[in-house]
């Protein structure tokens, strides 16, 4: 038997207090009700209040706390907070390199097999399931990545400032992977042996996008002609689609993937009047630059 050390109490079965020491019943054995000394250990993850069975708690709080500090306003990462299209852009560089650089360099000739078993997404392979998400990031020459990351550039922050980052990277890795599939889709279907690589799926679907959101928002044309963003974004649909019905005519130039724009049009489309029903909207001119506090007015080119 043992006595409490707050009110006294004969215990047959005592608590006794890791932190100071003392012999408390039930009633008194937590340190806020013995006014154990180790209180002013509080906030200590080792202190007064580990108590021991909420220790994967404490561990994912730690987690947490480490990536809040990397991500917080000076932290290493905190420049990509609402700027996801960076990290993009930096991926399709890198990617590049590696497809015309590095891959070469070891032994990995462009066009080869194993280069296409590494960045494209194919009719031969379509369950390589790396190359769903190789094949955003690889483009098939400067042109082709030129193209794709000035589109993203101007259009991707505007975006992800609208719909949030998360959203926004979710609609650039489904939307991405789902034109290359459906573009390989059709291809089965055809029998017509294909692949596909770059990111002008997922740029269609952020210019689908705005397009619901603020099919008037004003863009300048090869910098210099201004028209509305459902001209731009329609037009380019429209030769896609001219160009799948007549292969031979090439209005886009050769080896163009038209199923694969005209996916990333459709789910932007789909995306964009989701978001619009739940009040977003867009803004009535291409910004460029700036944070994350709205849309301001400046013009820029497409």
């Known amino acids: ?40 250990n509080w906030g200590d993850p080792s202190g007064v209040f580990d108590s021991g069975f909420d220790d994967s708690v404490n561990q994912q709080g730690r ?53 296409r078993d590494l960045f494209t997404l194919s009719t031969a392979n379509p369950l390589y399931v790396w190359t769903w998400v190789t094949s955003i990031f690889a483009h098939g020459g400067f042109g082709h990545i030129f193209a794709n990351g000035i589109a993203l550039f101007f259009f991707g922050p505007i975006v992800e400032r609208h719909v949030g980052s998360r959203a926004y990277t979710a609609l650039f890795f489904v939307s991405g992977m789902a034109a290359g599939l459906g573009q390989i889709g059709l291809s089965l279907l055809l029998n017509t042996p294909s692949a596909v ?31 509305p963003i459902w001209v731009i ?45 739940q009040g977003v909207s867009g803004p009535s001119n291409l910004q460029l630059g700036g944070g994350a506090g709205g849309p301001g007015r400046g013009r820029g080119p497409f």
């Open 1 to 40: 038997m043992a006595t409490c050390d707050v009110c006294g109490r004969e215990e047959s079965m005592p608590y006794r207090c890791r932190h100071c020491g003392g012999t408390y019943c039930s009633d008194h054995r937590l340190p806020e009700n013995h006014d154990c000394a180790g209180l002013q």
């Open 63 to 115: 987690a947490k706390s480490v990536a809040s500090r990397v991500t917080s306003t000076g932290g290493p990462l905190s420049y990509f907070r609402g700027n996801m299209t960076y990290p993009f852009l930096g991926l399709m560089l890198l990617t590049f390199v590696a497809q015309y650089g590095i891959a070469p360099a070891l032994g990995i000739p462009a066009g080869s097999a194993a280069w």
């Open 197 to 227: 690589l770059g990111a002008s799926g997922a740029v269609m679907a952020v210019l689908a996008v705005l397009t619901v959101l603020s099919p008037d928002m004003r863009v300048l044309l090869y910098f210099f002609i201004p028209v």
């Open 233 to 277: 974004t329609f037009g380019y649909a429209g030769l896609s689609v001219l160009g799948m019905l007549s292969p031979t005519t090439n209005v886009l130039g050769g080896n163009i993937a038209h199923a694969a724009h005209l996916t990333g049009l459709v789910i932007g489309l789909a995306y964009g009047e989701y978001v619009r029903r």
